[in-house]
């Protein structure tokens, strides 16, 4: 089970439709090059998955304005986990790796088989990706785990990658905006004459 972290997400009873993603995954399956690879990726970037999640209830202490202080009902998430073998070249089963699981919709998330009372929570790429990077112990998060045909996981140094990626093309932007507004004043500033009057200091 994952730790517990202040991250973005809502309980969710919305259908969520992840249609262009599928089709880029079974696009990248059929024919993986950098075009249908970036595809993926951008399209998943935009998207919003069902991550399942146990809510535990628990009481904490809480002051109020004047200080006293009292026990208030909260509750927490836990992230659901599952577990990928790892096997040695004999096939042998040496260990395992933990994934946060998430969903394309809720057909997909039917398809995990567990006893334990969950909910579905929508959330963001970017939030998944901050709750991966922040859960020790997790080698990543995997889309429909439980489809072969268009599941995908995203490992955290892939999540790196794709996070320096974003940084890199914002600074980019950022120095292009930057150097286009620079170039515009100054031509402005070219454009803008001063009034100039010559006088002469000779007799006529």
Known sequence: ?????HISGRVSQEKIDNTPLVEA???MRKEFNADSQNKVINTALRSTFLVPAIIEKGQELVADANNHVQFKDKQ??????VNKPIRDEEGNQTGTI???PVFTDSDELKKLNTDQLYRPFAMKFSDIAYLTEST???EGFVINPFTKEHNLPFTKPM???IKQTL???????????????AAEAQENAEGEAPDITVSS????
């Open 98 to 100: 933990s994934f946060f």
């Open 201 to 204: 200091n000779e007799d006529k």
């Open 159 to 161: 999540l790196e990658s």
């Open 25 to 27: 995954i079974n696009d």
């Open 136 to 138: 020790p112990n997790v």
């Open 76 to 81: 927490e998430a836990k992230f659901m986990l």
């Open 167 to 181: 940084i890199n093309f914002k600074q980019s932007k950022d120095a292009a905006m930057a150097a286009a507004a």
């Open 1 to 5: 089970m994952a730790e517990n972290l």
